[in-house]
């Protein structure tokens, strides 16, 4: 998932929001049951990239729409967390 905040506040406020927004998804989903039939439960993990991105609208063939987000913060997170890090 992907969330983007507008503008219209500073970096900082944004990026405040943005960490509370994966607290508060780790704190809810994290270790959820999905299936406690065969002990199936949900891994959560966050990361946070800061700066410009564009969004990019792709596909209009066959009545199929695409949006691919590029941009340096998709660059900067981390992919090797432990559960519960953001």
């Known amino acids: 998932m992907i969330v983007l905040w507008p503008d219209v506040e500073d970096m900082k406020t944004r990026i405040l929001r943005a960490v509370q927004c994966a607290y508060a998804i780790q ?3 994290h270790m959820a049951d999905l299936d406690k039939d065969n ?3 949900l891994s959560v993990k966050c990361g946070i990239g800061i700066g410009n ?19 340096e913060p998709l ?7 432990l559960p519960r890090q953001i």
């Open 53 to 71: 991105v564009s969004v990019l609208h792709i596909g209009g063939v066959l009545n199929r729409v695409e949006y691919l987000a590029v941009g």
């Open 75 to 81: 660059l900067q997170g981390k992919f090797n967390f």
């Open 39 to 41: 002990n199936v439960q």
């Open 27 to 29: 704190n809810e989903l």
